[in-house]
């Protein structure tokens, strides 16, 4: 399977789960009146999620060197 190929699907389920994570079921779990270190748990919640989004995509999104594609070609003017 083609990298570009797995890598899309990569991206449709993180969208996937972060569409399930910040709807109604899962966001109303975290709607409580308790605090963790002193941040409501809703907030603490959004917080992670949204951090989790970004790391999992930017991973997803990650180029790898490809050792037998061409060599990156120096800056201009050197």
């Known amino acids: 399977m083609p990298e570009s190929k ?5 991206l ?9 994570a910040l ?7 975290a709607s409580v009146m308790k605090q ?7 907030y603490f ?4 999620v949204w951090a989790f989004i970004i790391l999992a995509s930017g991973l ?5 060197r490809d050792p037998s594609g ?3 070609e120096p800056p201009a003017g050197t």
């Open 6 to 10: 797995r890598r899309n699907e990569r």
């Open 12 to 20: 449709v389920a993180l969208f996937v789960a972060a569409l399930l």
């Open 23 to 29: 709807n109604f079921p899962l966001l109303s779990l």
């Open 36 to 42: 963790v270190w002193g941040i409501p748990v809703l």
């Open 45 to 48: 919640y959004l917080f992670f």
């Open 60 to 64: 997803t999104l990650k180029r790898t």
């Open 70 to 72: 061409p060599a990156p």
